[in-house]
Protein backbone atom coordinates (compact mmCIF):
# COMPACT_ATOMS: atom_id res chain seq x y z
CA UNK A 1 0.00 0.00 0.00
CA UNK A 2 2.71 2.57 0.79
CA UNK A 3 4.89 1.14 -2.29
CA UNK A 4 2.01 2.51 -4.63
CA UNK A 5 1.04 5.74 -2.57
CA UNK A 6 4.76 6.64 -2.84
CA UNK A 7 4.74 5.99 -6.86
CA UNK A 8 1.13 8.02 -7.15
CA UNK A 9 2.69 10.98 -5.71
CA UNK A 10 5.67 10.67 -7.90
CA UNK A 11 3.45 10.40 -11.19
CA UNK A 12 1.77 13.37 -9.94
CA UNK A 13 4.59 15.87 -8.92
CA UNK A 14 6.24 14.95 -12.42
CA UNK A 15 2.82 15.99 -13.72
CA UNK A 16 2.76 19.51 -12.33
CA UNK A 17 6.79 20.49 -12.58
CA UNK A 18 6.80 22.87 -15.67
CA UNK A 19 8.89 21.29 -19.03
CA UNK A 20 11.99 23.00 -19.88
CA UNK A 21 11.57 24.96 -22.98
CA UNK A 22 14.20 23.22 -25.75
CA UNK A 23 17.05 25.61 -26.63
CA UNK A 24 16.87 27.92 -29.43
CA UNK A 25 18.57 26.64 -32.49
CA UNK A 26 22.13 29.27 -33.09
CA UNK A 27 22.14 31.44 -36.16
CA UNK A 28 23.05 30.75 -39.57
CA UNK A 29 26.28 31.72 -40.52
CA UNK A 30 26.09 34.15 -43.42
CA UNK A 31 27.61 33.00 -46.47
CA UNK A 32 30.55 34.35 -48.80
CA UNK A 33 27.98 36.26 -50.87
CA UNK A 34 26.49 38.05 -47.79
CA UNK A 35 29.67 38.65 -46.19
CA UNK A 36 31.11 40.07 -49.69
CA UNK A 37 27.69 42.61 -50.07
CA UNK A 38 28.55 44.15 -46.56
CA UNK A 39 31.80 45.08 -47.36
CA UNK A 40 31.14 46.63 -50.59
CA UNK A 41 28.16 48.85 -49.40
CA UNK A 42 30.89 49.67 -46.33
CA UNK A 43 33.47 50.83 -49.01
CA UNK A 44 31.06 52.63 -51.11
CA UNK A 45 29.47 54.66 -47.70
CA UNK A 46 33.71 55.40 -47.18
CA UNK A 47 34.32 56.54 -50.75
CA UNK A 48 30.81 58.99 -50.65
CA UNK A 49 31.80 60.65 -47.21
CA UNK A 50 35.69 60.95 -48.50
CA UNK A 51 34.21 62.21 -52.13
CA UNK A 52 31.85 64.74 -49.82
CA UNK A 53 34.95 65.69 -47.51
CA UNK A 54 37.27 66.49 -51.04
CA UNK A 55 34.41 68.56 -52.18
CA UNK A 56 33.81 70.96 -49.45
CA UNK A 57 37.80 71.99 -48.79
CA UNK A 58 38.11 74.27 -50.96
CA UNK A 59 39.66 77.76 -50.11
CA UNK A 60 36.32 79.45 -49.52
CA UNK A 61 34.92 77.31 -47.46
CA UNK A 62 38.35 76.90 -45.29
CA UNK A 63 38.01 80.84 -44.95
CA UNK A 64 34.27 80.56 -43.87
CA UNK A 65 35.91 77.79 -41.05
CA UNK A 66 38.19 80.63 -40.04
CA UNK A 67 37.38 82.65 -36.76
CA UNK A 68 38.09 86.36 -36.09
CA UNK A 69 41.88 86.39 -34.76
CA UNK A 70 42.66 83.62 -37.90
CA UNK A 71 40.72 86.19 -40.30
CA UNK A 72 42.27 89.14 -39.43
CA UNK A 73 46.15 87.38 -39.28
CA UNK A 74 45.25 86.28 -43.27
CA UNK A 75 43.94 90.13 -43.87
CA UNK A 76 47.43 91.59 -42.57
CA UNK A 77 49.43 89.46 -44.56
CA UNK A 78 47.37 89.72 -47.53
CA UNK A 79 48.14 93.04 -47.21
CA UNK A 80 51.66 93.02 -46.47
CA UNK A 81 51.97 90.53 -49.43
CA UNK A 82 50.60 92.35 -52.03
CA UNK A 83 52.37 95.75 -51.45
CA UNK A 84 55.54 93.47 -51.53
CA UNK A 85 55.06 92.54 -55.18
CA UNK A 86 54.30 95.91 -55.85
CA UNK A 87 57.39 97.41 -54.16
CA UNK A 88 59.15 93.90 -56.13
CA UNK A 89 57.72 95.43 -59.55
CA UNK A 90 59.03 99.42 -58.79
CA UNK A 91 62.10 98.52 -57.01
CA UNK A 92 62.96 96.57 -60.29
CA UNK A 93 62.06 99.12 -62.43
CA UNK A 94 63.45 102.12 -60.67
CA UNK A 95 67.06 100.17 -60.48
CA UNK A 96 67.55 99.96 -63.78
CA UNK A 97 66.30 102.80 -64.97
CA UNK A 98 69.06 104.73 -62.70
CA UNK A 99 71.62 102.01 -63.88
CA UNK A 100 71.04 103.40 -67.57
CA UNK A 101 70.46 106.49 -66.93
CA UNK A 102 73.99 106.63 -65.27
CA UNK A 103 75.73 104.53 -68.02
CA UNK A 104 74.14 107.17 -70.26
CA UNK A 105 75.94 109.80 -68.07
CA UNK A 106 78.81 108.63 -67.38
CA UNK A 107 79.75 107.95 -71.54
CA UNK A 108 78.41 111.53 -72.24
CA UNK A 109 80.32 113.19 -68.99
CA UNK A 110 83.95 111.17 -69.80
CA UNK A 111 83.89 113.50 -73.32
CA UNK A 112 84.59 116.36 -71.21
CA UNK A 113 88.18 117.99 -70.99
CA UNK A 114 86.86 121.17 -69.07
CA UNK A 115 84.19 121.74 -66.67
CA UNK A 116 82.51 123.84 -69.25
CA UNK A 117 82.06 121.46 -71.51
CA UNK A 118 80.83 118.84 -68.98
CA UNK A 119 78.36 121.06 -67.96
CA UNK A 120 77.54 122.30 -71.89
CA UNK A 121 77.01 117.84 -72.61
CA UNK A 122 75.55 117.19 -69.17
CA UNK A 123 72.59 119.85 -69.72
CA UNK A 124 71.13 118.17 -72.68
CA UNK A 125 70.78 114.51 -70.41
CA UNK A 126 67.82 113.64 -68.38
CA UNK A 127 67.26 114.36 -64.96
CA UNK A 128 68.57 111.89 -62.52
CA UNK A 129 70.53 110.70 -59.35
CA UNK A 130 74.38 111.16 -60.93
CA UNK A 131 72.98 114.96 -62.58
CA UNK A 132 72.25 116.32 -59.33
CA UNK A 133 75.63 115.23 -58.01
CA UNK A 134 76.91 117.43 -60.89
CA UNK A 135 75.02 120.08 -60.61
CA UNK A 136 75.74 120.44 -56.66
CA UNK A 137 79.33 119.83 -57.65
CA UNK A 138 79.19 122.51 -60.57
CA UNK A 139 77.36 124.86 -58.18
CA UNK A 140 80.53 125.32 -55.63
CA UNK A 141 82.83 125.93 -58.86
CA UNK A 142 80.64 128.41 -59.95
CA UNK A 143 80.73 129.91 -56.74
CA UNK A 144 84.72 129.99 -56.27
CA UNK A 145 84.83 131.31 -59.48
CA UNK A 146 82.55 134.26 -58.49
CA UNK A 147 85.06 134.89 -55.91
CA UNK A 148 88.02 135.03 -58.23
CA UNK A 149 89.49 132.14 -56.01
CA UNK A 150 89.32 129.07 -59.05
CA UNK A 151 92.94 129.90 -59.76
CA UNK A 152 94.73 130.37 -56.83
CA UNK A 153 96.76 127.65 -55.53
CA UNK A 154 96.15 128.47 -52.08
CA UNK A 155 92.56 127.85 -52.25
CA UNK A 156 92.46 124.67 -54.40
CA UNK A 157 92.36 122.39 -51.44
CA UNK A 158 89.57 124.09 -50.16
CA UNK A 159 87.51 124.35 -53.14
CA UNK A 160 87.91 120.39 -53.77
CA UNK A 161 86.21 119.88 -50.52
CA UNK A 162 83.90 122.31 -51.36
CA UNK A 163 82.56 120.44 -54.15
CA UNK A 164 82.98 116.83 -52.76
CA UNK A 165 81.00 117.89 -49.84
CA UNK A 166 77.78 119.43 -52.04
CA UNK A 167 78.43 116.35 -54.40
CA UNK A 168 78.44 113.76 -51.03
CA UNK A 169 75.51 115.12 -49.51
CA UNK A 170 73.35 114.94 -52.87
CA UNK A 171 74.51 111.26 -53.67
CA UNK A 172 73.03 110.56 -49.58
CA UNK A 173 69.91 111.87 -50.51
CA UNK A 174 69.59 110.16 -53.71
CA UNK A 175 70.20 106.41 -52.09
CA UNK A 176 67.66 107.45 -49.37
CA UNK A 177 65.01 108.02 -52.05
CA UNK A 178 66.54 104.81 -53.51
CA UNK A 179 66.70 102.83 -50.45
CA UNK A 180 62.66 104.12 -49.30
CA UNK A 181 60.69 100.84 -47.60
CA UNK A 182 63.94 99.18 -47.04
CA UNK A 183 62.58 99.01 -43.57
CA UNK A 184 59.32 97.93 -44.25
CA UNK A 185 60.97 94.96 -46.11
CA UNK A 186 63.26 93.90 -43.89
CA UNK A 187 60.03 93.42 -40.74
CA UNK A 188 57.89 91.65 -43.13
CA UNK A 189 60.61 89.45 -44.56
CA UNK A 190 61.20 88.70 -41.03
CA UNK A 191 58.24 88.85 -39.05
CA UNK A 192 55.32 87.72 -41.55
CA UNK A 193 56.23 84.02 -40.95
CA UNK A 194 55.89 84.44 -37.46
CA UNK A 195 52.60 86.34 -37.29
CA UNK A 196 51.61 83.20 -39.46
CA UNK A 197 52.27 80.87 -37.02
CA UNK A 198 50.45 83.46 -34.85
CA UNK A 199 47.27 82.17 -36.73
CA UNK A 200 48.04 78.67 -37.17
CA UNK A 201 48.20 77.88 -33.41
CA UNK A 202 45.40 79.78 -33.05
CA UNK A 203 43.28 77.89 -35.08
CA UNK A 204 44.53 74.24 -33.92
CA UNK A 205 44.06 75.11 -30.19
CA UNK A 206 40.58 76.16 -31.53
CA UNK A 207 40.47 72.53 -33.41
CA UNK A 208 41.32 70.57 -30.67
CA UNK A 209 38.75 72.89 -28.16
CA UNK A 210 36.06 71.80 -30.68
CA UNK A 211 37.24 67.81 -30.43
CA UNK A 212 36.93 68.43 -26.42
CA UNK A 213 33.55 69.44 -26.77
CA UNK A 214 31.86 67.39 -29.40
CA UNK A 215 33.76 64.18 -28.05
CA UNK A 216 34.64 63.42 -31.45
CA UNK A 217 38.25 62.18 -32.71
CA UNK A 218 36.85 61.49 -36.46
CA UNK A 219 39.69 62.83 -38.37
CA UNK A 220 36.39 63.99 -41.06
CA UNK A 221 35.31 66.52 -38.34
CA UNK A 222 38.69 68.96 -36.88
CA UNK A 223 40.32 68.57 -40.32
CA UNK A 224 38.86 71.54 -41.66
CA UNK A 225 39.78 74.05 -38.92
CA UNK A 226 43.34 72.56 -39.33
CA UNK A 227 43.20 72.68 -42.72
CA UNK A 228 42.08 76.46 -42.62
CA UNK A 229 44.65 77.36 -39.85
CA UNK A 230 47.40 76.05 -41.94
CA UNK A 231 46.66 78.75 -44.90
CA UNK A 232 47.88 81.05 -42.13
CA UNK A 233 50.86 79.59 -42.38
CA UNK A 234 51.25 79.49 -46.01
CA UNK A 235 50.00 83.23 -46.04
CA UNK A 236 53.15 84.37 -43.80
CA UNK A 237 55.60 82.86 -46.21
CA UNK A 238 53.48 84.32 -49.28
CA UNK A 239 53.86 88.26 -47.55
CA UNK A 240 57.85 86.82 -46.45
CA UNK A 241 59.26 85.10 -49.51
CA UNK A 242 58.95 88.51 -51.88
CA UNK A 243 59.66 90.82 -48.86
CA UNK A 244 63.05 88.86 -48.65
CA UNK A 245 64.04 88.79 -52.43
CA UNK A 246 63.03 92.20 -53.37
CA UNK A 247 65.51 93.59 -50.58
CA UNK A 248 68.20 91.48 -51.35
CA UNK A 249 68.30 92.69 -54.74
CA UNK A 250 67.54 96.06 -53.78
CA UNK A 251 70.29 95.91 -51.37
CA UNK A 252 72.62 94.62 -53.93
CA UNK A 253 71.30 97.46 -56.81
CA UNK A 254 72.14 100.58 -54.07
CA UNK A 255 75.55 99.28 -53.10
CA UNK A 256 76.14 99.05 -56.94
CA UNK A 257 74.74 102.45 -57.45
CA UNK A 258 76.78 103.78 -54.57
CA UNK A 259 79.91 102.65 -55.95
CA UNK A 260 79.53 104.38 -59.48
CA UNK A 261 78.94 107.55 -57.34
CA UNK A 262 81.21 107.02 -55.55
CA UNK A 263 83.94 106.75 -58.68
CA UNK A 264 82.12 109.55 -60.83
CA UNK A 265 82.67 111.81 -57.62
CA UNK A 266 86.18 111.18 -58.15
CA UNK A 267 86.65 111.99 -61.72
CA UNK A 268 84.77 115.03 -61.18
CA UNK A 269 86.88 115.91 -58.47
CA UNK A 270 90.15 114.93 -60.74
CA UNK A 271 88.54 117.01 -63.26
CA UNK A 272 87.84 120.40 -62.13
CA UNK A 273 91.76 120.02 -60.38
CA UNK A 274 93.29 119.66 -64.01
CA UNK A 275 90.59 122.78 -65.21
CA UNK A 276 92.43 124.55 -62.02
CA UNK A 277 95.93 123.85 -62.99
CA UNK A 278 95.58 124.56 -66.30
CA UNK A 279 94.07 127.80 -65.66
CA UNK A 280 96.70 128.68 -62.93
CA UNK A 281 99.53 128.10 -65.12
Not at 32 to 48: D, F, G, H, N, P
Not at 207 to 227: D, E, K, N
Request: proline share 4%; net charge neutral; hydrophobic share 50%.
Amino acid sequence: MNVLSTAILSVYAQAATPATPPAAPPPPAPDAASLEAAKQAATESAKTAAGQTAEGLNLLDLWDKLEGVEKGVMVILGICAIYSIALLIEKVWVMRANNAKIKEFLAAFRKANSVEEAEAIVRKLPASGIKTMFDAGMGEVRKTQDLGLYTMRDARDHTMQRVGSAMQIKQNEHLEELGSSMTFLASIGSNAPFIGLFGTVWGIMNSFIGIVQTQSTSLVAVAPGIAGALLATAAGLAAAIPAVLIYNFSAKQISKIAGKYEDFLSEFVALVSRDMDRRGA
